[in-house]
């Protein structure tokens, strides 16, 4: 079976998509490859930042790999947290404080719409694709449920009552953002 690299240090993201490829691809992490040093991420767009560590693997790797970047865009907050959505709240990156923010910022607020958008940037081969996925939903006045990561426990999608957090992986998987757009890398890695 052919190796692909996932060019991420998030173990979630990591299990994630691990369940979505199996029987396609068997899917390395960095420590795989023995990359140890932080990807940079220095792009102004989610399209830039997942280009920029996917390219950063291949430049210095030479292992066909894909990246992603994923950002919270809500509407009262002008498209905000965005690309910055894993650092909202400080370089600590913590999601309990991200969260803490942006349900602060959204307090009094109407509009609680929301979108997640990820960019995925494979590189195979040394030819570069890219795929997008985007689910709609609205961000609650208050944290449901405990499982996923990131946003999960304030984001409930367009067509259901309960947040990322109160669903399997599984049911997650088959509508989220990342979840769209790794099922076209899927697709796509299939039909070569």
Sequence with gaps: MKQLCFATNNKYKLAEVSQMLEG????????????HEELPEEQDTLE???LQKAAYIWD?????????????????????????????AGPQRSD??????LLHNLDGKLNRRARFRTSITLIL???????????????????????????DPVFIPEGH????????AEAKNAISHRGRAVQQLVAFLKAL
């Design 48 to 50: 830039g930042n997942s």
């Design 24 to 35: 396609t691809y068997t899917l390395l992490s960095l420590q795989d490859i023995d990359c």
């Design 125 to 151: 081969d040394g030819a570069q694709h890219q795929f997008e996925g985007i689910v709609e939903g609205t961000i609650t006045d208050n944290w449901q449920g405990n499982k996923g990561f990131g946003y």
């Design 96 to 101: 309990a404080d991200n969260i803490n923010l």
């Design 161 to 168: 009552d309960r947040t990322f957090a109160e669903m399997s």
């Design 60 to 88: 210095n790797y030479h292992v066909s790999c894909f990246a992603d970047d994923t950002g919270l865009e809500v509407e009262a907050l002008q498209g905000a947290p965005g690309v910055y959505s894993a650092r909202y």
